[in-house]
């Protein structure tokens, strides 16, 4: 029967450490399941002193114990996703720019041609004397006349 070691006591391990300075953490970690039906401590998957090489060993060591049932799901889940990509920036760019350039046949094709204005479009390079003009719609713009009596007794006849 062996003893419960205490916070205090000096660890079992034999590194003249207290048990909670060194083993405690360890022992607490929680188990997690793995697909062999095994329980296994993070600490033991991967050891922080050789995590440098360990981890294309572990990565190595995982890929065998896989089975020929589980290569074949990842395959199809492969051939699945394998052409669908994730819009980012670039793929939205490229889509614009081949939209771009569909635009700019057709407008050859049908005989349009772009005008070269050679103004800026940077605000810094204008004058101090340069005003834009820009509508802005208020409420009034939307405003729909009432009808008056006269309009009404025309649209009566």
Same mark, same amino acid.
């Given at each position: 029967m062996t003893k419960k070691v205490n916070r205090n006591d000096?660890?079992?391990?034999?590194?003249?450490?207290?048990?909670?300075?060194?083993?405690?953490?360890?022992?607490?970690q929680p188990a997690r399941y793995t697909s062999e039906g095994k329980f296994k401590f993070s600490a033991e998957v991967v050891n922080p002193n050789t995590a440098g090489n360990?981890? @294309?060993q572990l990565f190595q060591r995982l890929s065998g114990s896989i089975s020929s049932e589980q290569k074949q799901v990842v395959d199809k889940y492969y051939e699945i996703t394998?052409?669908?990509?994730?819009?980012?920036?670039?793929?939205?760019?490229?889509?614009?720019?081949k939209e771009d350039r569909l635009v700019s046949e057709q407008l050859k094709k049908h005989d349009f041609q772009v005008m070269d204005t050679n103004l800026s479009l940077d605000p810094s390079n204008r004058g101090d004397d340069f005003v834009t003009?820009?509508?802005?719609? @208020?409420?009034? !713009?939307?405003?729909?006349?009432?009808?008056? !009596?006269?309009?009404?007794?025309?649209?009566?006849?």
């Open positions: 000096p660890c079992p391990c034999g590194s003249n450490k207290k048990y909670k300075q060194c083993c405690l953490k360890k022992d607490s360990s981890c @294309t394998k052409n669908k990509t994730p819009l980012g920036k670039k793929t939205i760019k490229k889509a614009k720019s003009e820009e509508f802005i719609p @208020t409420q009034e !713009d939307y405003r729909i006349s009432e009808n008056t !009596d006269s309009d009404l007794e025309e649209n009566n006849q």
